[in-house]
């Protein structure tokens, strides 16, 4: 994966040509499908609660790179872009923002409850701070497995907030479960600062108490975060227990779709923009002479006709019928002590 280049950022790893690439092409496809997202929102055609991820992209293509696509992921309800850098097609999640059966989860869970099986995503979930201690029960069962897996374990800032965390901090400590617990530090929670709700502000500090390996990592740069989740994983993987990660990101859009974001002042969103991980990509991109204007010209080609793609098949799709209603309710377990 790594390899020397003729040029290098001052502290940043070196990496070869197909991961710049790689993580390029995944980054621009979740910015373009997530600017899609918001102007389906506001047609109307997507419905209900919409969080988008723009500007935090670096935080799953740097993770995805330093993992394997057997490893667990589990994240809150800004989840689209995850199950995209897990390798599953955006024409599915489109298809569940839409409310249509051909979606991951059926048309049943919208925006915030996606899920796929197939590709180790197990959501998308919409109860602050939920997913942590189920991300620390899938990694537990993996463990019990033997089967050298890791869970990435994705909370923003405001769900450190809740007790479930602790509880899951102290049972991982315990146990050695391998789970990367990662909190994808954005500032500013559903529209309160860090600074305003807790005078802890190292996030990654939470940790310590447990006597958890944490620390911080710039959340606006591949590098960093690949090199921080593959030490992480091999930390987890060799028995040593858990991992927390504080990912220092910023997203450019509000909490959510209905979120004005006047909290903050446009002096400071131009700042974070000035950080944009897509284009420090291509700044290393273009300084090794891996791509040119034409180049780029292809990618953004290639990531529209895909977003285009995938909301041609959304709208094409058929909603779920009403039979539907009573399926996934309930799961059979063929148990000798379930009766039919």
Not at 126 to 146: K, T, W
């Amino acid at each position: 994966m790594a390899t020397k280049t003729k040029k290098q950022a001052a502290g940043a790893a070196q990496f070869d040509k197909a991961t710049y690439l790689t993580w390029y092409e995944s980054m621009l496809l979740m910015r373009r499908f997530e600017e899609k997202c918001g102007e389906l929102y506001i047609q109307q055609k997507i419905r209900g609660f919409c969080h988008l991820y723009i500007g935090q992209e670096a935080l799953v293509a740097g993770a995805e790179s330093a993992i394997t696509k057997d490893d667990r992921v589990i994240t809150a309800y800004r989840d689209h872009a995850h199950p995209i850098g897990r390798g599953l097609h955006p024409k599915y999640i489109m298809a569940e923002l839409l409310g249509k059966i051909t979606g991951c989860s059926k048309g049943k869970g919208g925006s915030m409850h996606l899920f796929s099986k197939e590709f180790n995503f197990f959501g998308g979930h919409g109860i602050v701070g939920g997913q942590i201690p189920l991300g620390a029960g899938i990694a537990f069962a993996d463990m019990y497995n033997n089967n050298g897996r890791v869970t990435l374990t994705y909370m923003g800032d405001g769900a450190v907030r809740q007790g479930a965390l602790h509880e899951a901090f102290n049972m991982a400590m315990l146990w050695k479960i391998p789970v990367i617990f990662i909190i994808e530090n954005n500032n500013y929670a559903m529209g309160t600062s860090v600074e305003r709700t807790s005078n802890v502000t190292d996030l990654y500090t939470l940790g310590e108490s447990y006597d958890m390996p944490s620390w911080a990592v710039d959340g606006m740069s591949c590098e960093a975060v690949h090199e921080a989740i593959a030490k992480a994983a091999e930390h987890c993987r060799s028995g040593k227990g858990p991992v927390l990660l504080e990912m220092k990101t910023y997203r450019y859009r509000g909490h959510s779709m209905s979120d004005p974001a006047k909290y903050r002042t446009k002096e400071e969103l131009e700042e974070y923009k000035r950080q944009d991980p897509i284009e420090r990509v291509i700044t290393t991109l273009r300084d090794n002479g891996w791509i040119d204007d034409k180049g780029v010209e292809e990618m953004e080609a290639k990531i529209e006709a895909i977003v285009n793609e995938s909301v041609k098949f959304a709208e094409e799709s058929d909603f779920p019928a009403v039979e539907e209603l009573y399926k996934d309710v309930y799961m059979q377990a063929d148990y000798p002590y379930i009766m039919d």
